[in-house]
């Protein structure tokens, strides 16, 4: 799978999926950095993304610890800071 902008200029990623076990932490991890971070996680959420909760996250924290429907975690970081 490949992801890019849909329109101008920007990073592309390429994603292999492997058949392996999971793993937490997960060996690689995702952060989007988003200028409106509520509104990310809900785009994000009507997606099927859920939010996880982790009790060693500091109350000041600046991401949001997600899940995609096949279970893999994600931060979404409040970038407007």
């Known amino acids: 799978m490949l992801l890019r ?7 592309n990623i390429s994603l292999d999926a492997q058949a ?3 793993h937490l932490p997960p060996r690689m ?4 950095y ?3 971070q509520e509104a ?3 785009r994000l959420t009507v ?3 859920r939010q ?7 109350q000041d924290a600046d991401y ?5 429907p096949e279970g893999n975690r994600f931060c979404v970081v409040d970038a407007s800071q």
């Open 5 to 11: 902008p849909r329109h101008g200029p920007g990073p």
């Open 20 to 22: 392996s076990e999971r």
């Open 29 to 32: 991890h995702l952060d989007l």
């Open 34 to 36: 988003a200028q409106d």
């Open 40 to 42: 990310e996680v809900q």
């Open 47 to 49: 997606l099927g993304a």
């Open 52 to 58: 996880i909760h982790w009790d060693r996250r500091p």
């Open 64 to 68: 949001i610890i997600m899940e995609d």
